[in-house]
Protein backbone atom coordinates (compact mmCIF):
# COMPACT_ATOMS: atom_id res chain seq x y z
CA UNK A 1 0.00 0.00 0.00
CA UNK A 2 1.01 3.37 -0.49
CA UNK A 3 2.11 5.93 1.59
CA UNK A 4 0.97 8.99 0.17
CA UNK A 5 -2.76 9.59 0.24
CA UNK A 6 -5.65 9.42 -2.39
CA UNK A 7 -5.82 12.87 -2.15
CA UNK A 8 -2.73 13.77 -3.52
CA UNK A 9 -2.98 11.65 -6.73
CA UNK A 10 -5.61 13.68 -7.66
CA UNK A 11 -3.98 17.19 -7.77
CA UNK A 12 -0.45 18.07 -10.04
CA UNK A 13 2.44 19.88 -8.99
CA UNK A 14 2.43 23.79 -10.10
CA UNK A 15 3.36 23.79 -13.81
CA UNK A 16 4.77 27.24 -13.27
CA UNK A 17 6.88 26.66 -10.91
CA UNK A 18 8.25 23.67 -12.95
CA UNK A 19 9.04 25.88 -16.11
CA UNK A 20 10.88 28.00 -13.50
CA UNK A 21 13.11 25.15 -11.85
CA UNK A 22 13.79 23.55 -15.53
CA UNK A 23 15.00 26.95 -16.74
CA UNK A 24 17.03 27.34 -13.95
CA UNK A 25 18.96 24.02 -14.27
CA UNK A 26 19.56 25.39 -17.94
CA UNK A 27 20.88 28.04 -16.58
CA UNK A 28 23.34 26.65 -14.12
CA UNK A 29 24.38 24.51 -17.06
CA UNK A 30 26.03 27.37 -18.51
CA UNK A 31 23.03 28.11 -21.08
CA UNK A 32 21.65 31.72 -21.95
CA UNK A 33 18.12 31.07 -20.63
CA UNK A 34 15.25 34.61 -20.34
CA UNK A 35 12.65 33.46 -18.04
CA UNK A 36 9.23 34.66 -18.72
CA UNK A 37 7.89 31.64 -16.51
CA UNK A 38 7.76 33.68 -12.85
CA UNK A 39 5.11 35.11 -11.67
CA UNK A 40 6.81 37.77 -9.52
CA UNK A 41 7.82 41.57 -9.89
CA UNK A 42 11.57 42.09 -10.26
CA UNK A 43 11.85 45.30 -8.25
CA UNK A 44 13.01 44.95 -4.74
CA UNK A 45 10.53 45.81 -2.03
CA UNK A 46 10.37 49.41 -1.77
CA UNK A 47 13.27 50.88 1.96
CA UNK A 48 10.31 52.17 3.72
CA UNK A 49 8.48 48.59 4.00
CA UNK A 50 12.01 46.85 4.56
CA UNK A 51 12.90 49.51 7.38
CA UNK A 52 9.71 48.33 9.00
CA UNK A 53 10.17 44.82 8.88
CA UNK A 54 13.81 45.73 10.61
CA UNK A 55 12.62 47.87 13.25
CA UNK A 56 9.91 45.09 14.45
CA UNK A 57 12.56 42.68 14.63
CA UNK A 58 14.38 45.21 16.87
CA UNK A 59 11.88 45.47 18.63
CA UNK A 60 11.20 41.78 19.31
CA UNK A 61 7.84 41.61 17.31
CA UNK A 62 9.63 38.01 16.92
CA UNK A 63 7.28 36.00 18.49
CA UNK A 64 3.89 33.98 17.61
CA UNK A 65 1.02 36.08 16.94
CA UNK A 66 -3.08 35.77 16.42
CA UNK A 67 -3.75 33.02 13.92
CA UNK A 68 -5.19 35.43 11.53
CA UNK A 69 -3.69 38.18 12.39
CA UNK A 70 -2.07 40.87 14.51
CA UNK A 71 -4.87 43.72 15.26
CA UNK A 72 -2.86 46.65 13.83
CA UNK A 73 -2.63 44.80 10.32
CA UNK A 74 -6.32 43.72 10.40
CA UNK A 75 -7.08 47.12 11.08
CA UNK A 76 -4.74 48.56 8.35
CA UNK A 77 -6.38 45.96 5.78
CA UNK A 78 -9.86 46.73 7.09
CA UNK A 79 -8.86 50.71 6.13
CA UNK A 80 -7.55 49.46 2.19
CA UNK A 81 -11.11 48.34 1.98
CA UNK A 82 -12.56 51.28 2.69
CA UNK A 83 -10.67 53.68 1.36
CA UNK A 84 -9.78 51.40 -2.00
CA UNK A 85 -12.69 49.27 -2.69
CA UNK A 86 -15.33 50.99 -0.56
CA UNK A 87 -16.34 48.02 1.08
CA UNK A 88 -16.60 48.01 4.74
CA UNK A 89 -14.98 45.06 6.91
CA UNK A 90 -14.32 44.90 10.38
CA UNK A 91 -11.50 43.93 11.78
CA UNK A 92 -13.38 40.48 12.91
CA UNK A 93 -14.39 40.13 9.03
CA UNK A 94 -10.49 39.72 8.17
CA UNK A 95 -8.10 36.88 7.73
CA UNK A 96 -4.29 37.51 7.58
CA UNK A 97 -2.76 34.53 5.78
CA UNK A 98 1.02 33.23 4.32
CA UNK A 99 0.15 34.47 0.90
CA UNK A 100 -2.79 34.97 -1.01
CA UNK A 101 -2.61 31.40 -1.79
CA UNK A 102 -3.13 30.12 2.07
CA UNK A 103 -6.13 32.50 2.08
CA UNK A 104 -8.15 30.85 -1.27
CA UNK A 105 -6.70 26.85 0.35
CA UNK A 106 -8.23 27.70 3.92
CA UNK A 107 -11.69 28.89 2.33
CA UNK A 108 -11.65 26.33 0.49
CA UNK A 109 -10.96 23.35 3.10
CA UNK A 110 -13.13 25.55 5.31
CA UNK A 111 -16.26 24.84 3.05
CA UNK A 112 -15.86 22.11 0.80
CA UNK A 113 -18.12 18.68 0.94
CA UNK A 114 -16.94 16.02 -1.23
CA UNK A 115 -18.61 16.79 -4.87
CA UNK A 116 -19.10 20.55 -3.67
CA UNK A 117 -18.82 21.98 -7.58
CA UNK A 118 -16.36 25.56 -7.61
CA UNK A 119 -16.87 27.17 -11.24
CA UNK A 120 -13.34 28.55 -12.59
CA UNK A 121 -13.43 30.40 -15.71
CA UNK A 122 -10.41 28.95 -17.88
CA UNK A 123 -7.83 30.08 -18.34
CA UNK A 124 -7.03 30.11 -14.91
CA UNK A 125 -4.41 30.66 -11.78
CA UNK A 126 -3.15 27.07 -12.20
CA UNK A 127 -3.66 26.55 -8.28
CA UNK A 128 -7.18 27.16 -8.56
CA UNK A 129 -8.28 23.49 -9.44
CA UNK A 130 -5.30 21.30 -7.35
CA UNK A 131 -6.74 23.71 -4.85
CA UNK A 132 -10.45 22.81 -5.43
CA UNK A 133 -9.23 19.33 -5.48
CA UNK A 134 -6.89 19.11 -2.67
CA UNK A 135 -10.09 20.17 -0.50
CA UNK A 136 -12.13 17.24 -1.54
CA UNK A 137 -14.46 19.33 -3.82
CA UNK A 138 -15.04 19.13 -8.29
CA UNK A 139 -13.62 22.14 -9.97
CA UNK A 140 -15.83 22.70 -13.12
CA UNK A 141 -13.36 24.94 -15.42
CA UNK A 142 -15.58 26.99 -18.20
CA UNK A 143 -13.29 27.98 -20.98
CA UNK A 144 -13.39 31.60 -21.67
CA UNK A 145 -11.96 31.69 -25.31
CA UNK A 146 -9.76 34.79 -27.10
CA UNK A 147 -12.95 35.55 -29.05
CA UNK A 148 -14.38 36.96 -25.59
CA UNK A 149 -11.46 38.76 -24.48
CA UNK A 150 -10.79 35.35 -22.46
CA UNK A 151 -13.66 36.51 -19.81
CA UNK A 152 -16.88 34.76 -18.54
CA UNK A 153 -19.93 35.63 -20.42
CA UNK A 154 -23.36 35.72 -18.08
CA UNK A 155 -24.56 32.81 -20.44
CA UNK A 156 -22.00 30.93 -19.59
CA UNK A 157 -21.62 31.18 -15.51
CA UNK A 158 -25.69 30.62 -15.52
CA UNK A 159 -25.11 27.35 -17.79
CA UNK A 160 -22.55 26.12 -15.92
CA UNK A 161 -24.47 26.78 -12.12
CA UNK A 162 -25.55 23.59 -10.66
CA UNK A 163 -27.42 22.90 -7.21
CA UNK A 164 -24.35 21.82 -5.96
CA UNK A 165 -22.04 24.76 -6.68
CA UNK A 166 -20.70 26.24 -3.73
CA UNK A 167 -18.24 29.18 -5.21
CA UNK A 168 -17.78 31.14 -8.31
CA UNK A 169 -13.75 31.89 -8.05
CA UNK A 170 -13.44 35.22 -10.01
CA UNK A 171 -9.90 37.10 -11.01
CA UNK A 172 -9.47 39.76 -12.25
CA UNK A 173 -7.22 41.26 -13.55
CA UNK A 174 -6.35 37.96 -14.77
CA UNK A 175 -3.18 35.93 -14.13
CA UNK A 176 -2.53 34.21 -17.02
CA UNK A 177 -4.21 36.69 -19.47
CA UNK A 178 -4.29 39.96 -17.76
CA UNK A 179 -7.52 40.43 -18.77
CA UNK A 180 -9.89 43.26 -16.42
CA UNK A 181 -13.33 42.63 -16.26
CA UNK A 182 -15.19 46.58 -16.76
CA UNK A 183 -17.87 47.33 -14.23
CA UNK A 184 -20.86 46.63 -16.69
CA UNK A 185 -18.77 43.10 -17.43
CA UNK A 186 -18.97 42.13 -14.08
CA UNK A 187 -22.60 43.73 -13.31
CA UNK A 188 -23.97 41.30 -15.87
CA UNK A 189 -21.93 38.28 -13.66
CA UNK A 190 -23.38 39.25 -10.28
CA UNK A 191 -26.41 39.60 -11.92
CA UNK A 192 -26.83 36.23 -12.42
CA UNK A 193 -25.43 35.07 -9.05
CA UNK A 194 -28.30 37.53 -7.53
CA UNK A 195 -30.39 34.49 -9.20
CA UNK A 196 -28.55 31.49 -7.50
CA UNK A 197 -28.75 32.78 -3.75
CA UNK A 198 -26.15 29.55 -2.76
CA UNK A 199 -23.77 30.07 -4.86
CA UNK A 200 -20.93 32.50 -3.02
CA UNK A 201 -17.80 34.51 -5.00
CA UNK A 202 -14.02 34.42 -4.15
CA UNK A 203 -12.86 37.03 -5.25
CA UNK A 204 -9.09 37.04 -6.20
CA UNK A 205 -7.93 40.25 -6.19
CA UNK A 206 -4.25 40.07 -6.19
CA UNK A 207 -3.46 42.25 -9.46
CA UNK A 208 -6.12 45.06 -8.64
CA UNK A 209 -3.16 47.99 -8.58
CA UNK A 210 -1.75 46.65 -12.21
CA UNK A 211 -4.38 48.09 -14.40
CA UNK A 212 -3.39 50.47 -17.38
CA UNK A 213 -4.89 53.31 -19.47
CA UNK A 214 -6.83 54.76 -17.02
CA UNK A 215 -8.85 50.92 -17.17
CA UNK A 216 -10.76 51.32 -13.92
CA UNK A 217 -10.28 48.29 -11.13
CA UNK A 218 -13.57 46.72 -9.79
CA UNK A 219 -14.81 43.90 -7.35
CA UNK A 220 -17.88 41.67 -7.04
CA UNK A 221 -19.43 43.03 -3.40
CA UNK A 222 -18.62 46.47 -4.63
CA UNK A 223 -20.17 46.35 -7.82
CA UNK A 224 -23.22 44.25 -6.26
CA UNK A 225 -23.37 44.65 -2.91
CA UNK A 226 -26.46 42.29 -2.67
CA UNK A 227 -23.67 39.79 -2.83
CA UNK A 228 -21.71 41.28 0.13
CA UNK A 229 -22.90 38.44 2.73
CA UNK A 230 -21.47 35.43 0.35
CA UNK A 231 -18.47 37.22 -1.09
CA UNK A 232 -15.08 36.72 -0.08
CA UNK A 233 -12.94 39.45 -1.30
CA UNK A 234 -9.51 38.17 -1.34
CA UNK A 235 -6.09 40.50 -1.93
CA UNK A 236 -2.10 40.43 -0.99
CA UNK A 237 0.91 42.69 -1.05
CA UNK A 238 3.00 39.98 -2.78
CA UNK A 239 2.49 41.54 -6.77
CA UNK A 240 1.50 45.31 -5.79
CA UNK A 241 4.50 45.41 -3.20
CA UNK A 242 7.00 43.97 -4.78
CA UNK A 243 6.56 40.87 -1.37
CA UNK A 244 5.97 37.82 -2.64
CA UNK A 245 8.73 36.09 -0.10
CA UNK A 246 7.25 37.75 2.72
CA UNK A 247 4.58 35.91 2.46
CA UNK A 248 1.21 37.60 3.07
CA UNK A 249 -2.16 37.62 1.80
CA UNK A 250 -5.63 38.51 3.55
CA UNK A 251 -9.39 38.28 2.63
CA UNK A 252 -12.57 40.38 3.97
CA UNK A 253 -15.95 38.19 4.55
CA UNK A 254 -18.66 37.17 6.39
CA UNK A 255 -17.28 36.51 10.10
CA UNK A 256 -18.52 32.86 10.48
CA UNK A 257 -16.53 32.34 7.52
CA UNK A 258 -13.31 33.82 8.60
CA UNK A 259 -13.81 32.40 11.85
CA UNK A 260 -13.87 28.47 9.86
CA UNK A 261 -10.56 29.86 8.27
CA UNK A 262 -8.91 30.88 11.14
CA UNK A 263 -9.24 27.84 12.89
CA UNK A 264 -8.04 25.82 9.94
CA UNK A 265 -4.67 28.00 10.06
CA UNK A 266 -4.24 28.03 14.07
CA UNK A 267 -4.22 24.11 13.30
CA UNK A 268 -1.70 24.34 10.45
CA UNK A 269 0.84 27.33 10.42
CA UNK A 270 -0.29 28.77 13.65
CA UNK A 271 0.32 32.29 11.94
CA UNK A 272 1.74 34.46 9.03
CA UNK A 273 5.03 35.85 10.08
CA UNK A 274 5.40 38.40 13.18
CA UNK A 275 7.92 40.19 10.97
CA UNK A 276 6.21 40.11 8.19
CA UNK A 277 2.86 41.80 8.77
CA UNK A 278 4.69 44.46 10.42
CA UNK A 279 5.90 44.63 6.78
CA UNK A 280 2.38 45.04 5.19
CA UNK A 281 1.51 47.03 8.39
CA UNK A 282 3.65 49.37 6.64
CA UNK A 283 2.94 48.71 3.07
CA UNK A 284 -0.70 49.58 3.16
CA UNK A 285 -0.42 52.52 5.76
CA UNK A 286 3.12 53.97 4.42
CA UNK A 287 3.42 56.12 1.09
CA UNK A 288 1.78 54.51 -1.71
CA UNK A 289 4.11 56.21 -4.71
CA UNK A 290 5.68 53.17 -5.59
CA UNK A 291 1.88 51.33 -6.95
CA UNK A 292 1.81 54.54 -9.53
CA UNK A 293 5.67 54.14 -10.48
CA UNK A 294 5.76 50.65 -11.25
CA UNK A 295 2.49 50.78 -13.04
CA UNK A 296 4.03 53.53 -15.50
CA UNK A 297 6.86 50.49 -16.06
CA UNK A 298 4.75 47.93 -16.66
CA UNK A 299 2.37 49.60 -18.98
CA UNK A 300 5.60 50.34 -20.99
CA UNK A 301 6.65 46.57 -20.61
CA UNK A 302 3.31 45.30 -21.57
CA UNK A 303 2.73 47.50 -24.63
CA UNK A 304 6.47 46.45 -25.58
CA UNK A 305 5.80 42.57 -25.60
CA UNK A 306 2.26 43.21 -27.14
CA UNK A 307 4.16 44.83 -30.25
CA UNK A 308 7.01 42.25 -30.68
CA UNK A 309 4.67 38.99 -30.44
CA UNK A 310 2.10 40.46 -32.68
CA UNK A 311 4.93 40.55 -35.50
CA UNK A 312 6.10 37.20 -34.91
CA UNK A 313 4.51 34.79 -37.52
CA UNK A 314 1.83 32.73 -36.31
CA UNK A 315 1.00 34.32 -32.91
CA UNK A 316 -1.68 36.65 -32.04
CA UNK A 317 -1.19 38.56 -28.33
CA UNK A 318 -4.61 40.51 -27.34
CA UNK A 319 -3.61 43.56 -25.55
CA UNK A 320 -4.52 43.13 -21.27
CA UNK A 321 -5.88 45.28 -19.48
CA UNK A 322 -3.91 44.32 -16.41
CA UNK A 323 -1.52 42.09 -14.29
CA UNK A 324 1.47 41.44 -16.03
CA UNK A 325 1.31 38.61 -18.31
CA UNK A 326 0.09 38.23 -22.23
CA UNK A 327 -1.43 35.19 -23.42
CA UNK A 328 -0.40 34.98 -26.84
CA UNK A 329 -2.48 32.58 -29.74
CA UNK A 330 -0.18 30.05 -31.23
CA UNK A 331 -2.91 28.89 -33.28
CA UNK A 332 -1.03 29.84 -36.79
CA UNK A 333 1.97 27.37 -35.69
CA UNK A 334 0.31 24.48 -35.23
CA UNK A 335 1.53 21.84 -37.59
CA UNK A 336 4.59 23.45 -38.17
CA UNK A 337 7.89 21.83 -37.25
CA UNK A 338 10.49 23.83 -35.46
CA UNK A 339 14.13 23.85 -37.32
CA UNK A 340 15.64 21.28 -34.53
CA UNK A 341 12.47 19.06 -35.74
CA UNK A 342 10.17 19.09 -33.10
CA UNK A 343 6.41 18.80 -34.28
CA UNK A 344 4.29 21.51 -32.85
CA UNK A 345 1.27 19.56 -32.16
CA UNK A 346 0.25 21.66 -29.24
CA UNK A 347 1.71 24.79 -27.17
CA UNK A 348 3.68 22.44 -24.54
CA UNK A 349 5.37 21.17 -27.65
CA UNK A 350 5.82 24.83 -28.49
CA UNK A 351 7.07 25.82 -25.08
CA UNK A 352 9.60 22.96 -24.90
CA UNK A 353 10.97 23.50 -28.06
CA UNK A 354 11.61 27.45 -27.70
CA UNK A 355 12.83 26.92 -24.36
CA UNK A 356 15.34 24.04 -25.55
CA UNK A 357 16.23 25.87 -29.28
CA UNK A 358 16.43 30.05 -28.03
CA UNK A 359 16.52 29.73 -24.30
CA UNK A 360 13.43 31.36 -23.72
CA UNK A 361 11.13 30.06 -20.93
CA UNK A 362 7.63 30.64 -20.99
CA UNK A 363 4.66 28.53 -19.69
CA UNK A 364 2.22 26.50 -21.93
CA UNK A 365 -1.35 27.15 -22.13
CA UNK A 366 -2.55 23.59 -21.72
CA UNK A 367 -1.62 24.54 -17.68
CA UNK A 368 -4.21 27.30 -17.01
CA UNK A 369 -6.43 25.18 -18.96
CA UNK A 370 -6.95 27.17 -22.19
CA UNK A 371 -4.66 25.94 -25.65
CA UNK A 372 -3.30 27.06 -27.73
CA UNK A 373 -1.61 29.83 -26.30
CA UNK A 374 1.13 30.15 -23.73
CA UNK A 375 1.98 32.57 -20.89
CA UNK A 376 4.49 35.53 -20.92
CA UNK A 377 5.37 37.20 -17.56
CA UNK A 378 6.74 40.50 -18.49
CA UNK A 379 7.93 40.93 -14.78
CA UNK A 380 11.65 41.39 -16.30
CA UNK A 381 14.03 44.06 -17.60
CA UNK A 382 12.80 45.66 -20.91
CA UNK A 383 16.19 44.62 -22.33
CA UNK A 384 15.21 41.03 -21.72
CA UNK A 385 11.88 41.40 -23.15
CA UNK A 386 13.60 42.78 -26.14
CA UNK A 387 15.90 39.73 -26.41
CA UNK A 388 13.29 37.17 -26.08
CA UNK A 389 11.02 38.38 -27.81
CA UNK A 390 13.64 39.13 -30.89
CA UNK A 391 14.33 35.13 -29.98
CA UNK A 392 10.34 33.97 -30.27
CA UNK A 393 9.75 36.61 -33.73
CA UNK A 394 13.44 33.89 -34.93
CA UNK A 395 11.57 31.11 -33.90
CA UNK A 396 8.22 31.61 -35.21
CA UNK A 397 9.45 32.51 -38.45
CA UNK A 398 12.00 29.31 -38.68
CA UNK A 399 8.50 26.99 -38.19
CA UNK A 400 8.30 25.50 -41.40
C1 LIG B 1 -4.12 35.18 -9.33
C2 LIG B 1 -3.23 34.91 -8.17
N1 LIG B 1 -3.76 34.74 -6.97
C3 LIG B 1 -3.02 34.47 -5.90
C4 LIG B 1 -1.65 34.36 -6.00
C5 LIG B 1 -0.86 34.02 -4.77
O1 LIG B 1 -0.18 35.08 -4.24
P1 LIG B 1 0.76 34.92 -2.99
O2 LIG B 1 2.16 34.96 -3.49
O3 LIG B 1 0.43 36.09 -2.10
O4 LIG B 1 0.46 33.63 -2.32
C6 LIG B 1 -1.04 34.52 -7.24
C7 LIG B 1 0.41 34.35 -7.39
O5 LIG B 1 0.93 34.05 -8.43
C8 LIG B 1 -1.85 34.82 -8.36
O6 LIG B 1 -1.32 34.98 -9.57
Known amino acids: MSILSATLTRVKPSPTIAVSTL ?109 VLLAGGEPVVVECGIETGFKMTPQALEAAITPRTKWLIFNSPSNPTGAGYTRDELKALTDVLMRHSHVWVMSDDMYEHLVFDGFEFCTPAEVEPGLYDRTLTCNGVSKAYAMTGWRIGYAGGPQELIAAMRKIQSQSTSNPCSVSQWAAVEALTGPQDFLAENKVVFQRRRDLVVEMLNAAEGLTCPVPEGAFYVYPSIAGCI ?6 GTEITDDEAFARALLEETGVAVVFGAAFGLSPNFRVSYATSDAALKDACTRIQGFCAALA
Open 23 to 131: AAELKAQGRDVIGLGAGEPDFDTPDNIKAAAKAAIDAGKTKYTAPDGIAELKQAISNKFARENGLSYTPAQISVGTGGKQILYNALMATLNPGDEVIIPAPYWVSYPDM
Open 335 to 340: GKTSPA
